[in-house]
């Protein structure tokens, strides 16, 4: 129980760090998209979908390392 009350913080500083990247990153792109044609939609949806997948992929790293025993290393 030790361990995992000290992990949680930790995660979740990490989860903000990177999800106020992706939030801002995403506007960001919106805001500066001046026509909605093709070309900038798909760029959107393209960016969205790999943010996504980072952020996917740092829950499932963080899934990995909660049970994990530090080494000392």
Do not use: C, D, H
């Not at 070309?39 to 949806?45: E, F, N, P």
């Amino acid at each position: 129980m030790g361990t995992t009350v000290a992990i949680t913080p930790t995660m979740a500083a990490v989860f903000a760090l990177v999800f106020i990247f992706v939030v801002a990153s995403i506007s960001g792109m919106v805001k500066a998209v001046s026509g909605a044609n093709f070309g900038s939609i798909a760029a959107m949806l393209a960016f969205s979908a790999l943010a996504a997948g980072i952020f996917i992929g740092l829950y499932r790293l963080a899934r990995q390392w909660e049970n994990e025993v530090p080494t000392g290393e």
